[in-house]
């Protein structure tokens, strides 16, 4: 067995908790050694895939578009359109690892990950160090608030508007990016580590209003309750997201791609869509080269 595929094979026994620790000493505290430590992105990661029967996904555990359920199973509207389409490259499954939105990238670039399908959105600086497959999912923003809109927040400007405003966001995500390009003061923003702790943040008045996806804050107002979810927030760019690989898997992504339009064609896609809440025609209208284009 090569020496990197003993160091995958050992990753993958030590599943989540390999993630966040650094690669080397893991590797290094373990019996078998990687003289590089380096990453694994030498091979085509849809060749491990097939040889080993299993890739190792990026998830945040954000329904509708990651879940990570009790028994392991990850679900959502990415990996399961992922799942299927790697069951078309006979690839026989794929097992989710719990990661922050901030940490993603680097685990992908640490070989941590083999992908990322957390709904990690597609803007300039992340199109820059991952290549994304075709768009899946497209997205919009919205504000969680506490019940009537006290402080009638509804666009990034009203934020900029009244400096007194507390802004809830996830570390490194989309959101806190949003803010950070439009010249929202690092002290108007409160880092939560979690979404549920983003909406005690509202019902607890640590924060004024929680930024997060329209349909995450769906999710969490049926799940968790106690705010309100305010119409699309309209100053904030809409993107989308699908599969980001590691920066030199361009002919893995390829393909990919190829078997992902197929899927996007069939009705398997329309129920996996409609499933999670998404519009599956609004996805195959975009084109991951067009959502690059977003800034930030
Ligand atoms: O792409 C991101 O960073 C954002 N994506 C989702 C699905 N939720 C929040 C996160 O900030």
Known sequence: MSNELSRRTLLRGLGAAAVGTPLASWVAGCSTTDPGGGTSSASNVLERGREQGVLRVAVFSEPPYTKLEPDGTVTGAEPDVLRAVCNGLGIDD?????VPYESMIPS?????????????????????????????????????????????????????????????????????????????SKDQQLSVSDNVSGVEAIKTGRAD???????????????????????????????????AWGKDQQSAVDEYNAELEKFKASEGFDAIMDKWGFDADAARGVTAKELCQVEG
């Open 108 to 184: 992908l670039q640490a070989d941590r990950v083999d992908v990322i399908a957390a709904g990690l959105f597609m803007k300039q600086s992340r199109c820059a160090e991952v290549v994304y497959s075709e768009p899946v999912i497209v997205s919009t923003e919205s504000f969680g608030v506490p019940s009537g809109n006290p402080n009638d927040i509804l666009t990034v400007q009203d934020v900029l508007d009244n400096t007194e405003l507390k802004i809830a966001v996830l570390p490194g995500g989309f959101e806190q990016g949003i803010l950070n390009s439009a010249g929202v």
């Open 209 to 243: 209003a929680f930024f997060l996806p329209t349909l995450s804050l769906d999710e969490l107002e049926g799940t968790v309750g106690g705010f309100e979810v305010t119409p699309v927030v309209e100053d904030a760019p809409k993107t989308g997201s699908g599969a």
């Open 94 to 98: 794929i097992k989710g690892i719990k």
